[in-house]
């Protein structure tokens, strides 16, 4: 949801650059500026040049070419409407929370952890800070099936950062799980024991906070590495990337609807330097604040 500039220098932009590709504008609304874009690379050409600890959503799509390219200008074609939200982490560097309120954004999913010790550098920032705007917020964590055991992995996630309570601002935890930004794309294991990974999270993270993780993938890597398994279907709201103007996303085989859609990686939102992850919410505030109080 290939290489790029660094998000640490200038405006942070998370623009991904292509051969022979052009540099083009994604027009948010039509009466909002134009951020830069770029096609994705081809699979396996230019891989993205990531660090452990350092991945963050929709990566492992730039570097396996699972993300469309992001058309010239979505114009109003952009579902820019209803319940709009952001997914950051450090890469975004400095972010001023209460313009990001006054902007529309009405939730924000935040990094917290990656594998079993690395937590993003902004996390402790981030989080206060968004809640203390009125911001919805919630943690996400970048699994690594590779290094360890979904349940470990949920322990640490729980313990830094992803808890939850009823607060009328907290949302439930969120397992990035997509294409490996490191290495193959499954991370070496098979869809019988991809689904056993997952489930394994899910239900250590349920014991530890009393919620049911929500699902952060795409169709492609949903569909090949866990076999378009269904048995998540009921446990886990789904949070799809495709970035696209169509009206809506397309979704993994396993699942009957999506809650939450990130629709671009280009976005733009007062308060943030360069670019940003846009999502919508599927239904009104009642209910994004129904998933966050678990009523």
Known sequence: MFSFPSRSTGTRRRAATALGVLVAALALTATTATTAAAAAPQPDKDRVK????????????QVHGDAPAEPPSMGIMAPTDGVQGIDVSHWQGAINWTSVRNSGI????????EGTSYKDAR?????????????????????RPDISSGAIQANYFASNGGGWSRDNLTLPGVLDI???PYGAMCYGLSTTQMRTWINDFYNTYKSRTGRD???????GWWNTCTGNWTGMSGKSPLWVAHWTSASSP??????????????????SVSGVAGNVDRNQFNGSRDRLLALANNT
């Open 50 to 61: 990531v660090k452990p600890g350092q991945a963050y959503m929709g990566v492992g799509a």
């Open 106 to 113: 009405q939730f924000a999913w935040i990094k917290a952890t």
């Open 123 to 143: 996390f402790n920032t981030n989080y206060p800070a968004a809640h203390g705007a009125g911001v919805i917020r919630g943690a996400y964590h970048f699994a």
């Open 178 to 180: 997509e294409h490996n």
């Open 213 to 219: 993780a929500v699902i952060y993938t795409t169709s």
């Open 250 to 267: 397309t979704i993994p085989i396993g699942f009957p609807t999506w809650t939450v859609w990130q629709y671009t990686s280009t976005g």
